[in-house]
């Protein structure tokens, strides 16, 4: 089970706690994690990632192991760490303004 760690406003939209486990068929990339999280809970579809073009939206990062992965490649394997469960996924609300 892959952990993700959500934000405090997409917690709320979605009515969950601070983590959620998802199973990932196939090959565990951010793509195939987000969309097990978006079938989990389609309230969260167009909130992480633009509907259309399926790509992270502007103030939403992803962090894993102390790494940001907000530009890595949708389809770039998961850290291990991630995958096994010993280190969540964290999709983060970026923070902008001076």
Same mark, same amino acid.
């Given at each position: 089970?892959?952990?993700?760690?959500?934000?405090?406003?997409?917690?709320?939209?979605?009515?969950?706690?601070?983590?959620? *486990?998802?199973?990932?068929?196939?090959?565990?990339?951010?793509?195939? @994690?987000? !969309? /097990?999280?978006?079938?989990?809970?389609?309230?969260?579809?167009?909130?992480?990632?633009?509907?259309?073009?399926?790509?992270?939206?502007?103030?939403?990062?992803?962090?894993?192991? *102390?790494?940001?992965?907000?530009?890595?490649?949708?389809?770039?394997? @998961?850290? !291990? /760490?991630?995958?096994?469960?010993?280190?969540?996924?964290?999709?983060?609300?970026?923070?902008?303004?001076?």
């Amino acid at each position: 089970m892959i952990r993700v760690v959500l934000p405090a406003h997409l917690r709320m939209l979605a009515q969950v706690g601070l983590e959620v *486990e998802l199973e990932v068929t196939g090959s565990p990339t951010q793509r195939s @994690l987000l !969309d /097990a999280l978006e079938a989990a809970y389609p309230v969260l579809q167009g909130t992480i990632r633009d509907p259309v073009r399926q790509t992270r939206r502007a103030f939403v990062r992803f962090f894993a192991c *102390e790494d940001d992965l907000s530009h890595e490649s949708p389809d770039a394997p @998961l850290p !291990d /760490a991630v995958v096994s469960g010993v280190e969540p996924f964290f999709v983060i609300g970026a923070m902008a303004g001076g």
